[in-house]
């Protein structure tokens, strides 16, 4: 999936050197080449629009704040991506944790013992629930791993630029991801094991 | 079953996509031959297919943003957020509306500093000089205490000798010109008493001031008749000194008044 206007390297480089500088047309171009990117992360820890656009704006306000921290020769995305990752895992923690858990109650096991075991009988909508719910029982960097891989599509060596750890991580944290899902909607998949 | 194991960590990574050349067309020969890895690598499909239904939400989210307008509102936000206020340069400062401002501040410190210094010159203690000693009137009075029980001590001390001397005397005493010498010590005895009489005033003295004045008598009276003291008026007065048992008083008094150190 293609996300905003790529840039060059190099043309990175120069546009980070001119906000350093506080241009303002040189920051607007950063913003236009990579708001959907750090969109996508922030929606696919939130899954909520408005929250999503509000960490929107406050990584590109970090990204800002801390221009004259970033080394040239890194990797521009990774390092913004990093960022937009920390606040939406921050924003989740202070605001979402606590409400989704009282819209909610009830744990997986609970519902799994309320519902009915065929996949027949479980609604796209239904089965759209048990997935999310599965997907926020996941550890935290099970979760950003799986959701980058599946929903954001993103490749490995990707994920592993962005969130810095080595694509061997990445590919375990998948692993166990895929495992737990596996386990824990089993009843609802028609998944035998 | 080896390479099963082998195999299992790798089911995720195949389905992802993400397995080299080598692995993917090893892990597609050994599925086609192994049913149970099969449904296993089955089953992950059914999980990771169904990240589509967020994707697909995510897919309208996306849709749903005005993204040619969104970097001008979030650079508005952010230069609105960073945005420091603008320096005056100096012949900004220094403008004539300017004036009541720095008119005010300067007055304002004046008048702070004059209230400082006043408030503080009110509780600042008065001027010392480096020569004179100050000391609270309590502490003056223990210490003229100590100074006179100290020389009371001295004085009754001299006096205690000079009485034992006298009890002791005999005739053989009076040839070598004893009484000569033991007028010459009452007398200094005498003027030592006067200089203690101030300071025997103090009520804690009462009693050594007792003693001291029966003393000084004794030693008026040996100081008026020392030139020619016969035997007679030596043992008068030495039973003067036994009767009014002044050595004992003496040795009681001094006791007293060693105890009693300030």
């Known amino acids: 999936?293609?996300?905003?206007?790529?840039?060059?390297?190099?043309?990175?480089?120069?546009?980070?050197?001119?906000?350093?500088?506080?241009?303002?047309?040189?920051?607007?171009?950063?913003?236009?080449?990579?708001?959907?990117?750090?969109?996508?992360?922030?929606?696919?820890?939130?899954?909520?629009?408005?929250?999503?656009?509000?960490?929107?704006?406050?990584?590109?306000?970090?990204?800002?704040?801390?221009?004259?921290?970033?080394?040239?020769?890194?990797?521009?995305?990774?390092?913004?991506?990093?960022?937009?990752?920390?606040?939406?895992?921050?924003?989740?923690?202070?605001?979402?944790?606590?409400?989704?858990?009282?819209?909610?109650?009830?744990?997986?096991?609970?519902?799994?013992?309320?519902?009915?075991?065929?996949?027949?009988?479980s609604s796209a909508g239904e089965m759209r629930d048990v997935f999310l719910r599965g997907i926020d029982k996941l550890a935290s960097r099970q979760r950003t791993v799986f959701v980058l891989r599946h929903v954001d599509e993103l490749q490995f060596n990707e994920i592993s630029e962005t969130l810095n750890i080595s694509v061997g991580t990445v590919k375990s944290l998948h692993f166990k991801a895929v495992q737990n899902l596996r386990k824990w909607l089993s009843p609802y998949m028609g998944i035998t094991s | 079953m080896n390479t099963c194991q082998d195999l299992q960590k790798d089911r995720a990574a195949f389905l992802a996509g993400e397995l080299g050349l080598e692995r993917r067309e090893h892990m597609a020969s050994h599925l086609k031959g192994c049913a149970r890895c099969r449904e296993a690598v089955d089953e992950m499909r059914k999980v990771i297919d169904a990240a589509a239904l967020v994707r697909g939400e995510m897919e309208k989210a996306i849709a749903s943003v005005d993204w040619e307008a969104l970097p001008a509102k979030v650079t508005d936000y952010v230069f609105g957020k960073t945005a420091r206020p603008r320096r005056l340069t100096l012949g900004e400062h220094l403008r004539p509306v300017m004036m009541p401002v720095y008119a005010g501040i300067v007055l304002g410190v004046i008048l702070g500093s004059l209230a400082t210094f006043l408030v503080l010159k009110r509780h600042a203690p008065s001027a010392v000089s480096d020569n004179v000693f100050f000391a609270s009137p309590e502490f003056i009075d223990r210490v003229e205490l100590e100074l006179a029980r100290r020389q009371t001590l001295d004085y009754l001390k001299k006096s205690q000798y000079l009485h034992q001397d006298l009890a002791q005397a005999s005739s053989l005493d009076k040839e070598r010109g004893m009484d000569e010498l033991a007028s010459g010590r009452a007398k200094d005895l005498l003027a030592k008493k006067k200089y203690l009489n101030p300071q025997l005033g103090n009520s804690r003295m009462a009693k050594a001031k007792v003693i001291c004045d029966q003393i000084e008598l004794l030693f008026l009276e040996l100081s008026q008749i020392s030139d020619d003291l016969t035997g007679v008026e030596m043992k008068r007065i030495q039973s003067m000194i036994e009767d009014r048992r002044l050595l004992l008083k003496i040795s009681l008094v001094e006791k007293e008044l060693e105890e009693s150190e300030v």
């Open chain 1, 1 to 121: 999936m293609e996300r905003g206007r790529s840039i060059e390297r190099e043309d990175i480089h120069a546009l980070v050197r001119e906000i350093q500088n506080g241009n303002r047309e040189a920051f607007m171009t950063i913003v236009g080449a990579y708001q959907q990117r750090v969109f996508v992360m922030a929606y696919s820890m939130l899954r909520n629009k408005e929250d999503a656009l509000d960490v929107v704006q406050e990584t590109f306000l970090r990204l800002f704040q801390k221009a004259k921290q970033f080394k040239e020769g890194c990797n521009f995305q990774g390092w913004l991506l990093q960022i937009a990752k920390n606040l939406s895992v921050d924003y989740y923690r202070k605001n979402y944790r606590k409400r989704r858990e009282f819209e909610s109650p009830k744990s997986l096991d609970e519902l799994r013992v309320a519902a009915e075991p065929n996949p027949a009988s």
